[in-house]
């Protein structure tokens, strides 16, 4: 960008500023060699890992015993020095509070590289010129503005769904676009000094006002960076958070616009970096498109033709169902694509929501035969998805017949994301807050599915691009989710059932596998409210009122024998534990006020230190007294089971049977990650793993729980027994 230059008969470019100091163009290829060494970096890693993968499962086709510890001096090295980066990578500064609202920052490693990315930028700028001599303020202006223009292909890079720079270095774009957003501000940063050095030039003859009523070249220079600063202040989580579509849709003209004014701004001699991001821009959409066609035209998928299972245009038929707490389940039976645990897809409705696109985490695996995915209605789009699902709502006709759920047609775009393989950890540790179990739970069950032994030895699972073969080194999973009510429960109630029971079935015919499940319950009145709880065998039900999808079809479709079925559960099966309430006080934090939700629920606050540590069947509940002013003490439990109810008479108590979800630990109040993670590390052969996925306070905690675990175990560096890999996921926009 130059606010003067333009129309020169000269190239820019290629003129020398003094002896020794490099031309423009010299400059520019500098910072992209920077770029480039910085990406073959992480291509290098990407494929390391890639290797390290294959090794572990193949070490443990072979049954050894510690596959995921490093063996030779080489890994050990590797294990050694990435052990010390992640401590100060995964580190995050404390968030910083202004009344009710917490700020919070991004970790250090990302933080250290927005700021060599910066100070190389700044280097190159003033590389021997001296910013305090008033003779070389204009060619400072020339060369910040060269540098500007050439960082604008790295935008373009790390905006798009199916980036080369991803592609390379194992990245999703998700994982890219905090650096996207950050190389943005960098632009600025140099395009305003590019600007500021012209203006201070100028303002030692009096003469901006006048450069800027007669010269058209420097308008269109205070254009494009007036359009800069609006998509960078448009582009902050605020904004964003506050209408994404609004956004989204303002972000892509305004970069239009703005690459537009620059083009006319700046001499043809530095047009190849415009059309550079033209291009990038043009085939990361063609790309896309593409995708888009393959995946969702229904000539494309002989095979769902062949079965009569799609008909019309578009392959892609969606049931909605709704679910409690305003949350959505969505069904593409027989999808045209397969993914890995983890992955999202943009899905968008067009029936429902014209010319929008969402991304959506899919809940489910390939191997179920469905694309499933849980969505919470909040505003906007997924509050409109929640509302056509509650209009498609299963219904008996006039004649007392079911009618089944209306398909919708529905287009995905992807799938998209990347985590590392899992299954290449001894041992890992899932904490997953509320909606965040759509992430976790297909994690946990794509692990689970590898150490079943019918399946393992004919599923070609992948890592990254290159294939590994079956089976898992896993040995233990420690699995974590945190909800308002237990209801919630209900989302992956038989997925996470059923992962246990195989898992036990597989533990008695000798395998050294092991799972624990906790569900922690903060907002829930049965839980908080000082009730005694109960368990039954069966689907959740919700005792206040509220009715699920499922039960609407219980209460209005059901035949004689499924309502003698429905009374059945509800009076049997039950299951009640209690003990003392000092028992179960003495291994909690200090008691913090309860809280209320937003519909006046009583929410819990207290942090159970350690679960294991309760005696059996034991754990306090919280109470919310009149004053909302305290934590009250009262009889404590720890359950095991689905759904709480009012609980029947001691005499029934006593002759109940056991819970089905006997495996599965319900408790009232907040986790410790810190306690959780330490306990797996503590029983780890090998390398582990910690995945979280909720609001940014709990990754926060998360992230602080990991570093000072491992910097407290730091004799064990160098030998990989303690070694800890995080991916995290928080709620953004």
Same mark, same amino acid.
């Given at each position: 960008?130059?606010?003067s230059m333009?129309?020169?008969?000269?190239?820019m470019?290629?003129?020398?500023?003094?002896?020794g100091?490099?031309?423009?163009?010299?400059?520019?290829?500098?910072?992209?060699a920077?770029?480039?060494?910085?990406v073959?970096?992480?291509?290098a890693?990407?494929?390391?890992?890639?290797?390290?993968?294959?090794?572990?499962?193949?070490?443990?086709?072979?049954?050894?015993?510690?596959?995921?510890?490093?063996k030779?001096l080489?890994?050990?090295?590797?294990?050694?020095?990435t052990?010390m980066?992640?401590?100060?990578?995964?580190?995050?500064?404390?968030?910083?509070?202004?009344?009710?609202?917490a700020f919070?920052s991004?970790?250090?490693?990302?933080?250290?590289?927005?700021?060599?990315n910066?100070v190389?930028l700044?280097?190159l700028c003033?590389?021997?010129?001296?910013?305090?001599?008033?003779?070389?303020?204009?060619?400072?202006?020339?060369?910040?503005?060269?540098?500007?223009?050439?960082?604008?292909?790295?935008?373009?890079?790390?905006?798009?769904?199916?980036?080369?720079?991803?592609l390379?270095?194992?990245?999703s774009?998700?994982?890219?676009?905090m650096p996207?957003?950050?190389a943005?501000?960098?632009?600025?940063?140099?395009a305003?000094?590019?600007?500021g050095?012209?203006?201070?030039?100028?303002a030692?003859?009096?003469?901006?006002?006048?450069?800027?009523k007669e010269?058209?070249?420097?308008?269109?220079?205070?254009?494009a960076?007036?359009?800069?600063?609006w998509?960078v202040?448009?582009?902050?989580?605020?904004?964003?958070?506050?209408?994404y579509?609004f956004?989204?849709?303002?972000?892509?003209?305004?970069f239009?616009?703005f690459?537009a004014?620059?083009?006319i701004?700046t001499?043809?001699e530095?047009?190849?970096?415009?059309w550079?991001?033209?291009?990038?821009?043009?085939?990361?959409?063609?790309?896309?498109?593409?995708?888009?066609l393959?995946?969702?035209?229904?000539l494309?998928?002989?095979?769902?033709r062949?079965g009569?299972?799609?008909g019309g245009?578009?392959a892609?038929?969606?049931?909605?169902?709704?679910?409690?707490h305003?949350?959505?389940?969505?069904?593409?039976?027989?999808?045209?694509?397969r993914?890995r645990?983890?992955?999202h897809?943009f899905?968008?409705?067009?029936?429902?929501?014209?010319?929008?696109?969402?991304p959506?985490?899919?809940?489910?695996?390939p191997?179920?035969?469905e694309?499933?995915?849980?969505?919470?209605?909040?505003k906007?789009g997924?509050?409109?998805?929640?509302?056509h699902a509650?209009?498609?709502l299963?219904l008996?006709?006039?004649?007392g017949?079911?009618?089944?759920?209306?398909?919708?047609?529905?287009v995905?775009?992807?799938?998209?994301?990347?985590?590392?393989?899992?299954?290449?950890?001894?041992?890992?540790?899932?904490?997953?807050?509320?909606?965040?179990?759509?992430?976790?739970?297909?994690?946990?069950?794509d692990?689970v599915?590898a150490?079943?032994?019918?399946?393992e030895?004919?599923?070609?699972?992948?890592?990254?691009?290159?294939?590994v073969?079956s089976?898992?080194?896993?040995?233990?999973?420690?699995?974590?989710?945190?909800?308002?009510?237990?209801?919630?429960?209900?989302w992956?109630?038989?997925?996470l059932?059923?992962a246990t029971?195989?898992?036990?079935?597989?533990r008695?015919d000798?395998?050294?596998?092991?799972?624990?499940?906790?569900?922690y319950?903060?907002?829930d009145?049965?839980?908080t409210?000082?009730?005694k709880?109960?368990?039954?065998?069966?689907?959740?039900?919700?005792?206040?009122g509220?009715?699920t999808?499922?039960?609407?079809?219980e209460?209005?479709?059901?035949d004689?024998?499924?309502e003698?079925?429905?009374?059945?559960?509800?009076?049997?099966?039950?299951s %009640?534990?209690? &003990?003392?309430? /000092?028992?179960? =006080?003495?291994?909690?934090?200090? *008691?913090?006020?309860?809280?209320? +939700?937003p519909?006046?629920?009583?929410?819990?606050?207290r942090?159970i230190?350690?679960?294991?540590?309760?005696?059996?069947?034991?754990?306090?509940?919280?109470k919310?007294?009149s004053?909302?002013?305290?934590?009250?003490?009262?009889?404590g439990?720890?359950?095991?089971?689905t759904t709480?109810l009012?609980?029947?008479a001691?005499a029934?108590?006593?002759?109940?049977?056991?819970?089905l979800?006997?495996h599965?630990?319900?408790?009232?109040?907040r986790?410790?990650p810190?306690?959780?993670?330490?306990?797996?590390l503590?029983?780890?052969?090998?390398?582990?793993?910690?995945v979280v996925?909720?609001?940014q306070?709990l %990754?926060d905690? &998360?992230?602080r /729980?990991?570093? =000072?675990l491992s910097?407290?175990? *730091?004799?064990?560096?160098g030998? +990989?027994?303690?070694?800890?890999?995080?991916?995290?996921?928080?709620?953004?926009?």
């Amino acid at each position: 960008m130059d606010m003067s230059m333009s129309g020169m008969g000269m190239a820019m470019g290629s003129m020398s500023m003094g002896t020794g100091v490099p031309n423009l163009f010299d400059l520019q290829k500098m910072y992209w060699a920077v770029i480039g060494a910085a990406v073959a970096f992480a291509a290098a890693l990407n494929i390391l890992e890639t290797i390290l993968c294959r090794q572990r499962i193949r070490a443990a086709s072979r049954s050894t015993l510690t596959p995921s510890k490093p063996k030779t001096l080489f890994f050990l090295t590797v294990a050694t020095t990435t052990a010390m980066l992640r401590e100060v990578a995964y580190a995050p500064f404390p968030p910083f509070q202004f009344r009710k609202y917490a700020f919070h920052s991004q970790p250090t490693g990302r933080i250290i590289l927005v700021f060599l990315n910066a100070v190389i930028l700044i280097t190159l700028c003033f590389y021997k010129l001296d910013p305090k001599d008033q003779w070389q303020w204009e060619n400072i202006g020339y060369r910040t503005g060269f540098i500007t223009i050439c960082q604008i292909p790295l935008l373009f890079l790390l905006a798009g769904k199916n980036s080369i720079i991803g592609l390379l270095t194992g990245y999703s774009y998700e994982r890219l676009n905090m650096p996207h957003r950050w190389a943005a501000r960098c632009l600025l940063l140099t395009a305003t000094l590019h600007m500021g050095y012209w203006f201070r030039d100028w303002a030692r003859w009096d003469y901006i006002a006048e450069k800027i009523k007669e010269d058209s070249i420097t308008v269109k220079g205070l254009i494009a960076w007036a359009i800069l600063v609006w998509i960078v202040f448009s582009s902050m989580s605020p904004v964003r958070g506050w209408n994404y579509e609004f956004f989204l849709i303002q972000h892509i003209l305004s970069f239009a616009a703005f690459v537009a004014v620059v083009y006319i701004h700046t001499p043809a001699e530095v047009h190849v970096w415009i059309w550079i991001s033209v291009g990038l821009f043009l085939f990361d959409r063609l790309a896309r498109a593409g995708f888009i066609l393959c995946n969702n035209i229904s000539l494309f998928h002989r095979r769902q033709r062949t079965g009569a299972k799609v008909g019309g245009l578009w392959a892609c038929k969606a049931e909605f169902e709704p679910l409690a707490h305003n949350t959505t389940r969505i069904t593409i039976l027989d999808p045209p694509i397969r993914w890995r645990a983890g992955q999202h897809v943009f899905l968008s409705c067009h029936s429902v929501l014209p010319l929008q696109s969402h991304p959506f985490t899919i809940s489910s695996l390939p191997e179920d035969g469905e694309m499933v995915f849980v969505i919470r209605s909040k505003k906007g789009g997924t509050k409109s998805l929640f509302g056509h699902a509650e209009k498609q709502l299963a219904l008996p006709s006039s004649e007392g017949d079911l009618v089944g759920p209306k398909r919708t047609s529905v287009v995905i775009d992807g799938p998209y994301g990347r985590v590392r393989p899992l299954r290449q950890f001894d041992s890992v540790v899932f904490l997953a807050g509320s909606a965040g179990a759509t992430f976790a739970v297909p994690l946990m069950r794509d692990i689970v599915s590898a150490w079943n032994p019918h399946t393992e030895s004919r599923i070609n699972r992948k890592c990254s691009l290159l294939g590994v073969g079956s089976g898992a080194v896993t040995r233990h999973i420690r699995f974590v989710w945190v909800v308002k009510s237990v209801s919630q429960f209900d989302w992956f109630s038989q997925q996470l059932s059923a992962a246990t029971e195989d898992v036990e079935t597989w533990r008695r015919d000798g395998r050294d596998i092991s799972i624990e499940l906790s569900v922690y319950v903060t907002c829930d009145d049965d839980y908080t409210s000082g009730q005694k709880l109960v368990t039954f065998n069966g689907p959740l039900l919700e005792n206040r009122g509220l009715q699920t999808h499922r039960e609407l079809e219980e209460l209005g479709s059901i035949d004689s024998h499924d309502e003698k079925e429905v009374m059945k559960y509800k009076e049997e099966d039950v299951s %009640v534990h209690s &003990v003392p309430t /000092s028992t179960a =006080s003495s291994q909690e934090t200090p *008691a913090k006020p309860a809280t209320y +939700g937003p519909n006046g629920t009583c929410c819990c606050t207290r942090t159970i230190a350690d679960e294991d540590s309760i005696a059996p069947a034991a754990l306090e509940i919280c109470k919310c007294e009149s004053s909302r002013s305290r934590l009250s003490t009262v009889e404590g439990m720890k359950i095991t089971g689905t759904t709480p109810l009012m609980a029947p008479a001691p005499a029934e108590a006593a002759n109940a049977k056991s819970p089905l979800y006997s495996h599965i630990t319900f408790l009232s109040g907040r986790p410790k990650p810190r306690k959780i993670i330490r306990k797996t590390l503590e029983q780890a052969y090998g390398e582990s793993a910690v995945v979280v996925c909720g609001p940014q306070g709990l %990754v926060d905690d &998360v992230r602080r /729980s990991v570093v =000072s675990l491992s910097d407290e175990r *730091a004799i064990h560096k160098g030998t +990989g027994a303690q070694g800890v890999y995080l991916h995290t996921e928080a709620f953004d926009y």
